[in-house]
């Protein structure tokens, strides 16, 4: 856990330097860092981790009934089993999930490693990435699809979108959204759908599969990650849960709301994946679903921060003060990449 606390104090050290090349450099360092803590990492750092190293080395078949969809994650893992070197499938499949990530911090974030905090602090960031691997990499890589139809090159958007539902067919679930690209949305609105969001992730459990029905006849692929929602059927978020899940990044939504552009894709799709994220809280990993989207805060936040009024930028100091907390309580532990080891 030391480990963490370096990190993180390193990252805030490097958010308040004010020269540009020196922030450069600092970007480079903590990228690096990062990188050289993923591709070198035991396999018993991260609760999955070792599971995937046995099926590239094919000791194990436990995504084999996805391989018929998933068919790009079906060619890597082929080739790496083929290779048959254990520390291999830890150092492609890190350079594949964090390089196109930082790509994407180097080219739309204002302040690079203010973002890097944020990924290393949010439920869905580096810890769950060094477990959640492939969902990881197909995140990523979405990231790019968002980038190229910000700036209207939709048949590039096309490429990695595809090359991602070949990764993890849980992508499809993006397609419902597609019509934001097109769509205004006033902020009372915004506001209002956070807030009922808010109180019915507090007061009810949803089943997502069951409000969204509608879409598996379509994208049946979808089914293979029903155990999202029902791995734990019969299990409710205890209070904390829920405050660490709703609350950080509702205030993160209204905050790039006020300060922001509705017309800013970014914006929106963040806005929805807070709005999923809390409608459905009371089930134990339903973030999942959503984290292609929420992701976005590491670009939102850093760059609207500049504009705030000082209430609002005590508020985002506040909050991530408290993810901090969250993350040193939590989320290591919950991800198992809490005690850290390297391979060799």
């Known amino acids: 856990m030391g480990l963490y606390v370096i990190l993180i104090i390193l990252f805030v050290i490097a958010c308040f330097e004010k020269k540009r090349k020196t922030k450069e450099l600092y970007f480079l360092l903590c990228c690096a860092i990062l990188l050289f803590l993923a591709c070198f990492r035991a396999a018993s750092v991260g609760v999955d981790h070792a599971d995937y190293i046995d099926v590239s080395l094919g000791r194990a078949y436990r995504f084999e009934e996805k391989v018929g969809v998933e068919i790009v994650w079906g060619w890597i893992n082929s080739v790496l089993s083929k290779l048959q070197v254990r520390p291999l499938f830890t150092i492609t499949t890190s350079l594949l999930m964090l390089v196109p990530l930082f790509m994407f911090i180097k080219k739309e974030s204002s302040n690079k490693v203010f973002s890097l905090l944020l990924f290393l602090l949010i439920p869905t960031g580096y810890c769950f990435f060094l477990t959640g691997i ?66 019915t992730g507090f007061l009810y459990r949803l089943s997502i599969f069951d409000v969204f029905s ?125 005690q850290y080891k390297f391979f060799f």
């Open 134 to 199: 492939r969902q990881s990499i197909a995140t990523a890589f979405l990231l790019w699809s968002f980038y190229f139809v910000v700036n209207k090159r939709y048949v590039y958007a096309l490429i990695p979108f595809i090359l991602v539902a070949g990764i993890h067919a849980s992508v499809f679930f993006v397609i419902l959204f597609l019509p934001l690209i097109f769509i205004n949305v006033k902020e009372k609105i915004l506001y209002a759908l956070l807030v009922v969001s808010a109180l």
């Open 214 to 338: 509608f879409i598996t006849p379509y994208v049946g692929h979808l089914s293979y990650y029903e155990g999202y929602g029902s791995y734990h059927a019969d299990e409710m978020m205890n209070l904390n849960g829920l405050i660490s899940v709703i609350v950080p990044s509702t205030i993160f939504a209204i905050v790039a709301i006020k300060y922001g552009s509705c017309k800013d894709l970014y914006l929106k799709l963040y806005c929805c994946g807070v709005i999923g994220t809390n409608f459905f809280a009371n089930v134990p990993m339903i973030g999942r679903y959503f984290m292609y989207f929420t992701i976005l805060q590491i670009i939102l936040i850093p760059n609207i921060f500049p504009r705030c009024s000082r209430i609002a930028k005590v508020g985002i100091i506040l909050t991530i003060s408290y993810m901090v907390l969250l993350f040193l309580l939590y989320i290591p532990s919950s991800t198992g990449t809490d």
